[in-house]
Each structure stands twice: as C-alpha cells, then as structure tokens.
C-alpha cells in the first residue's frame, strides 16, 4: 500500500472539474482515504504576434492561454488501481509517490 499525489492539469476549467469528478467517484467506490480536492493558483500565458510581418510593427495581436490545476493526495492505494481511470486526452494526470 502506498500513497500518492496526484496534480491534474487541464485548459478548461469546466472539463477539469468533470475529471476531478470523475477521480473522487472511482476513489470513493475503492474505499479509499484521499485528501482534496486542492486547487491550486491558474496559469496564464499571454502570447503576442505582429498581424503583418513587413510595414505595421506596432500592430500587434495577444492570445492568452490559462492553465487550471488541481491537487489529490491518495493514501493506502494499490500501485496498479489509479491507471485504471478512465479521462479526457486533453486532461493531463501527474502521479508521484509520496
């Protein structure tokens, strides 16, 4: 039996929340001790683009990208029973040992 943390990262918040959903439903049914849902601070990058290439360089475009993150930690689990989950691809799932 170990513990581990587990970070998921996701673009849309609303999606996230469905993963995270998801995660305490599959955690709950297990019988399994878990702390969290934690979230943690949104990521935002903002990247910027010249709209022409040659005469307007002051005639830019900003795109921005948030990044929504939230923290698990899962006590007392077998190895094999978090890979079974089952997620969206755009949903990304990080688990470490503790």
């Known amino acids: 039996m170990l513990n581990y943390k587990i970070k998921i990262k996701a673009f849309d918040g609303y999606i996230l929340n469905l993963s995270v959903i998801k995660i305490m439903n599959y955690i709950s049914k297990q019988n399994i001790k878990v702390n969290g849902p934690i979230t943690l601070p949104t990521k935002k990058k903002i990247y ?51």
């Open 48 to 98: 910027t683009i010249l709209r022409s290439p040659h005469v307007h360089k002051k005639s830019r475009e900003q795109f921005k990208l948030y990044i929504h993150k939230i923290f698990l930690v899962v006590y007392n689990v077998k190895s094999n029973c978090l890979n079974k989950i089952d997620l969206p691809s755009v949903v990304k799932l990080k688990i470490t040992k503790c």
